[in-house]
């Protein structure tokens, strides 16, 4: 499962992240060049929606195995 940043004007995939050892840390659309967020802020914000992701995964596969009749 891997989650992905979008470009919230076009929802292009093909973001621009800058290095670490750059001055600039906003990551850019490399289809429309709009700012999609400071890079810690975007790395947070996906650090956070794969958390719950994996809780509801969790939560799901557990639903399945009271289903299944295990526990
Ligand atoms: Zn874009």
Same mark, same amino acid.
């Given at each position: 499962?891997?989650?992905? +940043?979008?470009?919230? +004007?076009?929802?292009?995939?093909?973001?621009?992240?800058?290095?670490?050892?750059?001055?600039?840390?906003?990551?850019?659309?490399? /289809?429309?060049?709009?700012?999609?967020?400071?890079? &810690? +802020?975007?790395?947070? /914000?996906?650090?956070?929606? /794969?958390?719950?992701? +994996?809780?509801?995964?969790?939560?799901?596969?557990? &639903?399945?195995?009271?289903?299944?009749?295990?526990?």
């Amino acid at each position: 499962m891997q989650i992905k +940043a979008t470009c919230a +004007a076009c929802g292009s995939e093909q973001l621009l992240i800058p290095s670490d050892d750059e001055q600039d840390q906003m990551i850019r659309c490399g /289809a429309c060049n709009a700012d999609v967020g400071d890079k &810690k +802020a975007v790395s947070e /914000a996906l650090r956070k929606r /794969a958390k719950q992701e +994996a809780e509801k995964a969790i939560a799901d596969l557990k &639903k399945s195995f009271s289903k299944a009749g295990i526990k």
